[in-house]
């Protein structure tokens, strides 16, 4: 059994639900934020056999398509020496690729639905 973890774009996130729900996987999404761009997204939990971890990144697939690179502002922040939190974010332009999905899967050591 594996834990599928799944963070694509919230724009996508209802069609992959939808297609995963069709195929009869369950999926929990999860509202989540990407480091980098620090941009909401979304991931995925679908706990399903080993075998269908390929099945599931197909659909994916699927629904998400290719990324493309697009140059947009990336937050850089400013920390203070005294606190861990930013003070404030500058900007930088960036190349970076969006779009697609980012999977991996771990090994789930207990199943239950009760
Ligand atoms: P973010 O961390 O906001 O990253 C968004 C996109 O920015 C990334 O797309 C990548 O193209 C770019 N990027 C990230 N870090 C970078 C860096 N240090 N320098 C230059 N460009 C950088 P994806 O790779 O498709 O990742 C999309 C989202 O998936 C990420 O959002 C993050 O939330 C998650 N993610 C990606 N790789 C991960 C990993 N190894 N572990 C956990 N989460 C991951």
């Known amino acids: 059994m594996k834990l599928i973890y799944v963070i694509i774009s919230n724009d996508d996130s209802d069609r992959v639900v939808y297609e995963?729900?069709?195929?009869?996987?369950?999926?929990?999404?999860?509202?989540?934020t990407g480091g980098f761009l620090k941009k909401g997204n979304t991931t995925l939990m679908?706990?399903?056999?080993?075998?269908n971890v390929e099945k599931v990144a197909k659909l994916?697939?699927?629904?998400?398509?290719k990324r493309e690179t697009v140059e947009i502002s990336v937050p850089i922040p400013s920390f203070s020496a005294t606190y861990s939190m930013p003070m404030?974010?500058?900007?930088?332009?960036?190349?970076?690729?969006?779009?697609?999905?980012?999977?991996?899967?771990?090994?789930?050591?207990?199943?239950?639905?009760?």
Do not use: H, M, P, W
């Open 60 to 65: 994916v697939e699927n629904v998400c398509g």
């Open 20 to 32: 995963l729900n069709k195929e009869n996987y369950s999926a929990t999404k999860l509202s989540t």
């Open 88 to 114: 404030y974010y500058n900007t930088a332009k960036q190349k970076v690729e969006v779009g697609g999905a980012v999977i991996f899967a771990v090994d789930v050591a207990y199943y239950n639905r009760l």
């Open 46 to 51: 679908i706990c399903t056999e080993d075998e």
